[in-house]
């Protein structure tokens, strides 16, 4: 069974840029989340796609954009970078209905 | 909005001793209350789950309680071991939602 793998582990940035993060969810998986960590918080719920449709939403602005592909793998992009944007994204698959996560190790984005 | 307080955020205790972590939920609503940990440079992994029709649930040294009247939910590790050492944090959601709700983590030290 494969895990939840992310790509890429570190990258930086600089402000007024763009981002793509990916994500391969767990075998079976059908549901995508992505949360963002900054250092020392706990993960904050970004979105959540289901079967390549946005399932639900955190209170992040519309910069944040994703997608899900038919094989359930998921990307996030990040529009006109913001230093605050600097943190661990997650992501975690899941089945639905069942609240277990099965995360990643996270990219790391730092922008300067 | 929604809100998963935890406490403390920083614990050290001796190997063989036992740790408490506490947190309190906001949304009344949820019935899921599962705790992750998260080593250095690795994604939160699940240690332990409890639904809101169980009061309390074991597994080898970690256990964890759910007062539903108070919004309070604990998890204990007794008997810890130096590899315990870890972010952990505790989470709420609701059933077939779309989020999850963490807290902001403690840092488990245990000194061998």
């Known amino acids: 069974e494969t895990g939840v793998t992310q790509s890429p582990t570190h990258l930086i940035k600089t402000r007024g840029q763009q981002v793509t993060l990916r994500c391969s969810s767990q075998s079976g998986h059908n549901t995508v989340s992505w949360y963002q960590q900054a250092l020392g918080q706990g993960p904050q719920f970004i979105f959540q796609y289901y079967r390549e449709e946005e399932n639900g939403r955190g209170n992040f602005p519309p910069r944040f954009s994703g997608l899900q592909f038919p094989n359930y793998s998921s990307e996030l992009n990040v529009n006109a970078l913001e230093l605050d944007d600097s943190a661990l994204y997650l992501c975690a698959s899941s089945w639905p209905n069942t609240g277990e996560l099965f995360f990643g190790e996270g990219s790391r984005l730092t922008v300067l | 909005g929604e809100n998963v307080e935890q406490h403390p955020s920083t614990l050290s205790v001796q190997e063989g001793d036992s740790a408490v972590i506490k947190c309190t939920y906001s949304?009344?609503?949820?019935?899921?209350f599962p705790w992750y940990k998260q080593e250095l440079g690795k994604g939160p992994q699940l240690i332990i789950d409890?639904?809101?029709?169980?009061g309390e649930k074991k597994d080898q040294r970690i256990a964890v309680t759910l007062n539903k009247t108070a919004k309070h939910f604990s998890l204990h590790i007794t008997e810890t071991q130096p590899e315990d050492s870890a972010v952990y944090f505790c989470a709420a959601s609701v059933t077939g939602g779309f989020k999850t709700i963490f807290g902001a983590g403690t840092r488990l030290f245990v000194k061998a």
């Open positions: 409890i639904r809101s029709n169980v």
């Open positions: 949304d009344s609503a949820s019935n899921y």
